[in-house]
């Protein structure tokens, strides 16, 4: 099972509601990963948890909040987001940080429209 | 600044017909380079992956080479078909140490009946 799952495909949301994102993995990875993708634009990195800790913010904004429940689960919670941070949010895994050929494997993402 | 370009940025093929898509890169050290196709609102998916002493590497109709001299890359579809439309990513990763990935813009192709 090479899977990377996220749910829900589509959210819309206003500015003052509160959203999460969520991504799932069985692939026994020990790093995940969220991107953020405006369209015709290459994804861009946003978190990396590496063995259920976070490892890496590239300086992504408060409003942004990721958690790791556990080694399969990685959540993205939203809360007063922007218009402009309408995009497809990734999330992506892989064996682990240190691994040089290791593949990151997508999931297919959740297209956010923050009106 | 690490970088990864991309060529062209979109091209239309009829279906059946070949087609190149180039990669230039300038990321050092190098580690492996990929090619992945996303297909709309999809995730990226890896198609092949090379690292520095490989020089070609095929997955189907999918044929990628790399030159880590020149420090390029091509990825050359064969008989195209219209499940082939999508953006061909390429896609550098640093020294074995580093996370990162860098990524290029991407090709769109489309291609036509």
């Known amino acids: 099972d090479t899977e990377v799952t996220q749910t829900p495909k589509h959210l819309v949301m206003g500015m003052t509601n509160k959203k999460s994102l969520k991504c799932e993995q069985h692939m026994g990875h020990r790093a995940m990963y969220w991107y953020k993708q405006k369209a015709k634009k290459p994804p861009e990195l946003m978190f990396v948890y590496s063995y259920e800790k976070l490892s890496i913010n590239e300086s992504v904004p408060s409003r942004f909040s990721p958690e790791c429940p556990n080694s399969s689960l990685l959540n993205l919670h939203l809360h007063a987001l922007q218009p402009e941070d309408s995009a497809l949010y990734l999330c992506a895994s892989s064996g682990g940080l240190a691994e040089g050929t290791d593949t990151q494997y997508f999931g297919p993402g959740t297209r956010l429209t923050v009106l | 600044k690490n970088q990864v370009e991309q060529s062209p940025q979109s091209l239309i093929i009829l279906e059946g017909k070949n087609c190149t898509l180039q990669?230039?890169?300038?990321?050092?050290?190098?580690?492996?380079l990929r090619w992945y196709k996303q297909d709309t609102g999809r995730g990226p998916v890896s198609l092949t992956i090379m690292t520095f002493s490989e020089n070609t590497k095929s997955n189907g109709r999918y044929t990628a080479t790399l030159d880590a001299d020149t420090k390029q890359s091509s990825l050359h579809i064969t008989a195209s078909q219209l499940s082939d439309s999508a953006s061909y990513i390429c896609v550098v990763r640093g020294g074995s140490n580093d996370y990162k990935l860098s990524f290029g813009a991407g090709t769109t192709v489309t291609v036509r009946a």
């Open positions: 990669c230039n890169y300038t990321v050092s050290p190098f580690s492996n």
